[in-house]
């Protein structure tokens, strides 16, 4: 086939006489020779029944298949791993998160690769499937594009809407003696409604948000909820919208598959630094940091951490959403949605319009098309930020060589000097707070949870939610060499790199040191002298692995520091 017709790389699998075989064991799973001669797609499913944020996938995928049939391709799913967050969260379940993006990132170029796909769509919906599927798609450099399976419904407690964030804060609660058992069981049973990703600007979201900007996924795509029905006519269909956005994804790869257009045609430099724009002015996840530096590792794009200060220091902090905010992102969907943001960010001028997008238009003309909902409070003016500056601050000292990422969202830039309270690990940190043992001013820092040395980087919002529900939020800093991306109303926290595994000076600190915390003049000093910390780098010597075999000792041989993404590069 010539490759007018699309079929640019899979006449390889399946044509000519010697392909014969292969034509064989694929019609033995119902594949006719009319659909063998047509564009093949593949459909990379990141569908698990273990929790919400994919268990709503495998329906969203045949809505792809049939929008991929429909333009003329022959659409192949396969599957690849997901580990929840929200559920591995304080064990060490949580260790295999961020190892699991490059697995899925691996398993997805693996079947791609192997079955010479001409297109590729890539569902996803939690965490780390979101940057897995965008590193593959442009490792791949194949026309394709990436799926969000979108937010999911708040919950109700109490008369107002909840998240899964209000239920770890409950757990602090709990245990701080403000929260009884009864309670804790009744937010937990409504606080998660229904299928869909964790419905704060937390990973999920500002992640659906980066690909968006990004130009990776079609605007206005991934925004849809999860369960929304379609409003037909004024009645409440029983079809959700996000059907409708995923049979038109499948129809969309075609068109990028015929017109030649490929990944690393739309991540650039200005695209990326679109999405961190977009991170910036809606309050979202410091884990942008880690995956929009590995995306750009795998586009070939030149990005470091001082990048991310730039854009943020000229960003205002414009969308008032959870977890520093009031609203969730069905919320900012009401409120005119991505396309929104992208607005505000032209209207600022803070947008570099001219980049392309899946769809064909450039991220200026999605801008123009904007619709605002009257009346709506999530996405503020840019005369009237919430804050003038984003969401993000990178922070450098004797501390933090490489830099410090802390989320300023929920909070004017503040200035903390403490004394540590050092944790070799996340339980010991929990423990504490549990018993009460962290008070007002210290410093908690928690060590040996880096990408080497946890191996993995735990994101530990259990730790600091429960600082939260125990009253301490304002009054208590946190620093580690793994990950507090949920950190809120208040809450001054960082992870460092290097991490302590790698020699870090985060591994030099005794409990009681000064640390001064400096997020107005971008600093993070441990006050002790040089010539204290020359003889704590002398006397110390690197723990002894945690593990020993398989994919978790494998990845802590591999990965690199946090300041470049945490790649696993061999």
């Known amino acids: 086939m010539s490759a007018t017709s699309g079929k640019t790389r899979s006449g390889e699998i399946t044509d000519g006489p010697s392909r014969a075989p292969a034509r064989a064991m694929l019609k033995a799973v119902g594949f006719d020779d ?5 564009p093949i797609i593949g459909v990379a499913n990141t569908w698990t029944e273990i929790g919400p944020c994919n268990y709503h996938l495998r329906d969203l995928a045949e809505e792809v298949k049939q929008g991929i049939r429909e333009a003329g391709g022959t ?16 064990s060490e379940g949580m260790k295999t998160s961020l190892v699991s993006r490059e697995v899925i990132a691996d398993s997805i170029e693996l079947v791609a690769r192997g079955n010479l796909f001409d ?78 990703a964790c419905g704060g600007q937390f990973t999920a979201n500002t992640m659906s948000t980066v690909c968006e900007l990004l130009g990776v996924s079609p605007m206005a795509a991934n925004g849809v909820p999860a369960t929304t029905l379609l409003d037909e006519g004024g009645e409440v269909a029983t079809r959700p919208e996000k059907y409708e956005v995923s049979k038109q994804a499948g129809a969309l790869v075609l068109d990028l598959v015929r017109r030649g257009v490929r ?122 930020p919430i804050t003038p500056t984003g969401g993000l601050v990178i922070l450098r000292g ?55 040395g946890g191996p993995g980087m735990r994101e530990m919002l259990a730790v600091t939610a429960a600082i939260v529900g125990a009253g301490l939020g304002e009054s208590v800093a946190l620093l580690t060499d ?33 640390i001064l915390f400096d997020e107005q003049n971008r600093k993070l000093e441990l006050e002790v002298s040089e010539e204290e910390l020359a003889s704590r780098r002398a006397a110390w010597r690197p723990p002894k692995s945690k593990t ?23």
């Open 34 to 38: 009319e659909a063998l001669a047509k």
């Open 75 to 90: 659409p192949m799913e396969f599957n690849t791993v997901s580990i929840s967050d929200g559920i591995t969260m304080g």
């Open 119 to 196: 297109g590729i769509v890539i569902l996803v919906g939690c965490d780390k499937t979101i940057p897995g599927g965008v590193m593959s798609l442009v490792r791949l450099n194949i026309p394709g594009l990436v799926l969000y399976g979108g937010s999911i419904a708040p919950g109700r407690y109490d008369g107002k809407d909840v998240t899964i964030q209000d239920v770890f804060e409950a757990v602090g609660a709990h245990a701080a003696g403000t929260m009884t058992d009864g309670e804790l069981l009744a937010l937990e049973n409504v606080a998660c409604p229904g299928a869909g």
């Open 263 to 384: 990944p690393r045609d739309i991540v650039t430099k200005d695209a990326i630094e679109n999405a961190i724009a977009a991170v910036a002015t809606t309050g979202g996840s410091t884990n942008a940091v880690l995956h929009l530096l590995a995306i750009a590792h795998e586009a070939g794009v030149e990005l470091a951490m001082e990048d991310f200060d730039r854009v943020s220091e000229r960003t205002p902090l414009l969308a008032d959403l959870k977890p520093g905010g009031q609203f969730v992102a069905t919320d900012l969907y009401r409120a005119g949605g991505l396309e929104l943001v992208a607005h505000r960010l032209k209207e600022a001028g803070l947008l570099h319009s001219d980049a392309m997008t899946v769809t064909g238009q450039t991220i200026g003309e999605v801008a123009d098309s904007a619709q605002e909902t009257a009346g709506q409070k999530v996405m503020r003016p840019v005369s009237d």
């Open 398 to 452: 004797n501390l933090a060589p490489d830099g410090c990422v802390v989320k300023v969202a929920g909070h004017t830039p503040q200035q903390h000097r403490g004394s540590a309270r050092v944790f070799d690990g996340e339980e010991g940190a929990f423990a504490a707070i549990e018993r009460g043992q962290i008070k007002a001013g210290d410093i908690v820092v928690i060590r040996y949870e880096g990408p080497q």
């Open 482 to 514: 793994g990950r507090f991306s949920g950190a809120t109303r208040g809450m001054m926290a960082g992870h460092v790199a290097p991490e302590a595994a790698k020699g870090g000076p985060i591994a030099l600190v005794c409990d009681g040191d000064t």
């Open 548 to 570: 020993t075999s398989g994919v978790m000792a494998k990845y802590a041989r591999l990965v690199s520091s946090a300041a470049q993404g945490a790649v696993t590069t061999g």
